[in-house]
Nanobody, 124 residues
Framework: DVQLVESGGSSVQTGGSLRLSCQVN?????????MGWFRHIPGKEREGVAA????????NYADSVKGRFTISKDNTKNVLNLQMDSLKPDDSGIYYC?????????????????WGQGTQVTVS
């Protein structure tokens, strides 16, 4: 079993930055599983934000955040990070980290087998 705990969400002004973290507790198949960040913005469906492959190098980003967000992993601490820069009000929402199996695209929600509780991001 694996548990994911997000932190770092806060209220920030437009153009500001936040760094979200996801603490991974328990064991998982690091060599075959992808990890990603999703968000739920009021009025919209849950959407993929960014993901990093099991190789810990290959990354994917939603077009809306490319050039502004950076996903990374610290395997020594079992932490997944999301650095968010140049934040916009449209980025406001609840951000979730998830653990995904090796099949399907990074945006395939049904392939994610574990989720955190979410952390609130508010940009104004």
């Amino acid at each position: 079993d694996v548990q994911l705990v997000e932190s770092g969400g806060s209220s920030v002004q437009t153009g500001g930055s936040l760094r979200l973290s996801c603490q991974v507790n328990g064991s998982y198949k690091r060599g075959s599983m992808c990890m990603g960040w999703f968000r739920h913005i009021p009025g919209k469906e849950r959407e993929g934000v960014a993901a990093i492959n099991s190789d810990d190098v290959t990354t994917n980003y939603a077009d809306s955040v490319k050039g502004r967000f950076t996903i990374s992993k610290d395997n020594t601490k079992n932490v997944l990070n999301l650095q968010m820069d140049s934040l916009k009000p449209d980025d406001s929402g609840i951000y979730y980290c998830g653990l995904k199996g090796s099949t399907g695209t990074w945006e395939t929600i049904g392939r994610y087998i574990s989720w955190g509780q979410g952390t609130q991001v508010t940009v104004s």
